[in-house]
């Protein structure tokens, strides 16, 4: 385990994901629901979503370096174009009315298994999927990023569980989306001067 890899994964999940679909799920679900019972949902459905994005990246691994490095680099660059888009849409209320809709009344385990379910479907394809697939074909460490990712993913649904309509207050939607982007910018960056170096 690399502690560096693991803030590394941690830092730019919790930002991709701070201003995401996944933050305003969560947090309607929880307006809904027992926070505590959609955070278990949320979070299983974040393990197996990680673990997935982990395996594909490792076989990625298997591919020439520099294919590797320059694929990592596109995801994170179509990473920060998709985040100043999402940025500058300000469909926040859409999204939060899209997965209002599909909560359903329920009660005890019910309520876990809903909230898993609008999670698990709402990730695939997601942005902080492809990042924890290129950041494990990039560095190679799968365990850290894992760790990282997970760590991101479940402190952020957290977040939205206990202060997500309070943290909307203080910080507009849109900067979470910026910074997003800066990030995401900055990693391909980083990699495409490490191919082309």
Do not use: N
């Not at 949902?41 to 691994?61: P, R």
């Not at 009315?97 to 019910?110: D, I, V």
């Not at 990712?149 to 989306?177: C, D, E």
């Amino acid at each position: 385990m690399d502690i560096g890899i693991i803030a590394l994964a941690f830092a730019a999940i919790f930002v991709v994901e701070l201003p995401d679909k996944t933050f305003l799920a969560t947090l309607v679900l929880a307006t809904k629901y027992r926070p505590l019972f959609v955070w278990i949902g949320v979070g299983l459905a974040f393990a197996i979503q990680t673990l997935l994005a982990v395996v594909v990246g490792g076989v990625a691994t298997l591919l020439p370096k520099d294919v590797i490095h320059i694929a990592a680099a596109l995801l994170f660059l179509g990473g920060a174009v998709l985040l100043f888009k999402e940025g500058r849409s300000h469909q926040e209320a859409d999204d939060e009315e899209e997965f209002a809709e599909k909560a359903k009344p329920a009660h005890g385990l019910k309520q876990v298994f809903a909230s898993f379910m609008v999670l698990f479907a709402a990730e695939w394809g997601d942005l902080s999927q492809l990042l924890t697939i290129s950041l494990v074909a990039r560095y190679k460490e799968a365990v850290s990023v894992f760790l990282g990712a997970l760590g991101a993913l479940l402190v952020v649904s957290g977040l939205a569980v206990i202060l997500g309509r309070q943290l909307l207050r203080f910080v507009k939607l849109h900067v979470l989306h910026f910074v997003g982007a800066l990030v995401c910018l900055v990693l391909g960056i980083l990699t495409l001067v490490e191919v082309f170096a």
